[in-house]
Structure formats: structure tokens, C-alpha cells
């Protein structure tokens, strides 16, 4: 009898340090995170020791210098970290990726002062972070958004809702961007907000298809008083600040929807190795096979694209297109993938007993977040052809 099932995720690694700590990650994800994931999930539990862990072990801060407390990894190396853990468990993965955005603002356009005060602990001190971009009226159209900032001599008062806001209420800071000024995109200022800042309060979780483990909520923001040392970048700049942090943040969420594909494709070869039909693997039929070809195919693609658009990141090349490419395709993969996988399961595919159908949900959020697949196409025919005719 032939023998079938998944192969090793084979990487290509810039250095041995890097080869080191995806092996940490494998490790730390199957004794730490697989063990308890579908029924946490299905408890909606959102695994906060976990990310204090996960901090401990410096994985909340790769992309970041080490002077900070980051790991100072390339891109290349952090993406793939954040698809090894989104194989196992979508809400780690996920959850890593909103946090390095959260620290992006701060870490990119925050003076050396705020990053020697508050990079070091969002980084390795064991916080989490959210970023708070949407409102309940302004997702696509982020430069509508109406949260206000009005300033008070060197005090800054916000007062809106903000909308979608992954770890909103369990989080223990917030990148917050709010109207300060007219309006469009040059109105828009950012702030660092701590988590327990008096007059923010957060909204029941959302009731959502899948991600249960992971809190999605609206933020309210009460006469929230933030000191002026809290604002990142200069004033009118928040726009500009949030268009970097959103096509760093696509690369994050097309590595993780490549993780839910791998972990989709992995079950699909271990269960299609072992159900037998007609006296044989149901594995050794051409019509299966077929399937799974595509569906490694597509998952190996969707890896070479968010690769080659993180290596032009960290090249220093322009890579707003090839995130968004990256975002869209590697999405679209992992909803296409997940489907395939639960036909193929047949009806146990449909049963919460395998997690395929956990998979399935929770690909669709990754069509969304971070700007919908839509948006994505907007933004790539932009970069192709220019802006829209008025």
C-alpha cells in the first residue's frame, strides 16, 4: 500500500538564526496553542496567557529593533512565523499580526523619546495592542472617519466610536486615528491610547461566522483625555501613518491566510490517505487528486507572493501593489482551499469532529479585514493605471 498524507512546509530562510526560530514556533504551537485550540474556539476563550507567552519568547515584536525590545527579523522571516501560528490557530496568528500594526505608528513615526518609553513593553513587556482605524460609517472609506481630537492646550480630548476593533477590550493599548483637523485625509491625527484611559469603555463582542476565540468590538471614546506626548507624528499626519501600517498589515494578513490554507490542505491529505472507499484510499482517485493539486498549487503561489512583496519591503522597494496583490490573492486561496477541503471530508466535513469547517469560517474574515478584496482591487488598478477619471 502506498503511503500518503502531508508533507513538512519546506522554507527558505535567510539565516540560521531564522531557521532556529521557526523551529521554536512549531514547537511553542504544538505544545502550547493545538492542544486546546478547537475548544477554545468553540468556547469563544480568547487565549490571554498565550500572548504574554508569546511575548516572553519575543514573538510580538520581530519586526522591530532590538534596541526596543524587538527581534530586528525581516519581514520575510516575521511573515512566515505569523503563518506557522495561523496554521494552528487563526485567532494566535491573527492576533500577532494586529499587534505588530498596532506598534507600527509608534515605531515608525513616534519621536525617539515616546519609542525609549513605550516600545520596549508593547514590544517584550507583555502588553497586546489593537489598532483603531474603522467606525461604524467609515470602513473602505477610511478618510471619513469622525472621531474627534480637539486640543486643549497640551491635552488632547477624543470622543467618537470606532468600529471592528480586533482585541477591543481586552487590549492594553490602542493606535487610535481621529479627526483633529478639517475634513479628508489631511484632518486625521495619531494617538497612543492606554487601555485604561478614563472615559473608554468597549461594546460586547461582536457575534461572529468564525474567529469566536478572538474579541472583535466598538470602542467608545468618552471625553478620553490623552496628553500631547501621546500623539504619533505630527498633526494632520495620521492618514499617512495609517496607509503604511495598512500595507505592512496586508502582507500580515496574506501570510495568514496561506497558514489556514496549509493547515486546510494538511487535513485534506491525512484524512484523503486514511478513508477508504471501493477497497482503496479514497487518495488514489484521479478525481481527488486533481483537487488537491490545485489546492497545493495555490497555496504554494499565495507563499511566493506575500515572499516576494515582503523581500521588496525589506528591500526598501515600494510594495504597496504587491501587498495588495498579495492580500487578495493569498485570500481568495485560503476561502477557495477551505471550501475544497470540506468536500472533500465529505459529510464529516460539515461536522464540527474535524476542523475543516473551522477553517472554512474563518477564511472568509480574511477576505475583509485589512480592506476588503475589493478595496485591494481598487488599489492595485490604481497603481496600474492611475486614479479614476472625475
Known sequence: MTEYGRQPVERQLPTEEARDLISLVRELAEREIAPRAAEEEAAGQFPRPLFRLLSESGL???????????GEQPYEV?????EELAAVRL??????????????????FGTKEQRAEHLPAMLGGGLLGAYCLSEPSSGSDAASLRTRAVREGDTWTLDGTKAWITHGGVADFYTVLARSGGEGPRGI?????PGDAPGLSAAA????????????AQLHFDGVRIPDERRLGDEGQGFGVALAALDAGRLGIAACAVGVAQAALDAALDYTAERRQFGRPIADFQGLRFMLADMATQVEAGRALYLDAARRRDAGLPYAKQAAMAKLFCTDTAMRVTTDAVQLFGGYGYTVDFPVERYMREAKVLQIVEGTNQIQRLVIGRQLLGPESR
Open 78 to 82: 516575521y511573515l512566515q512565523v505569523l
Open 60 to 70: 510580538l515584536g520581530l519586526p522591530y529593533p532590538e534596541e526596543f525590545g524587538g
Open 91 to 108: 485567532t494566535v496568528g491573527l492576533g500577532v499580526s494586529v499587534h505588530t500594526l498596532s506598534c507600527h505608528a509608534l515605531a515608525g
Open 189 to 193: 491625527t495619531a494617538f497612543l491610547v
Open 205 to 216: 463582542p461582536e457575534r461572529k461566522m468564525g474567529m469566536n476565540g478572538s474579541p472583535t
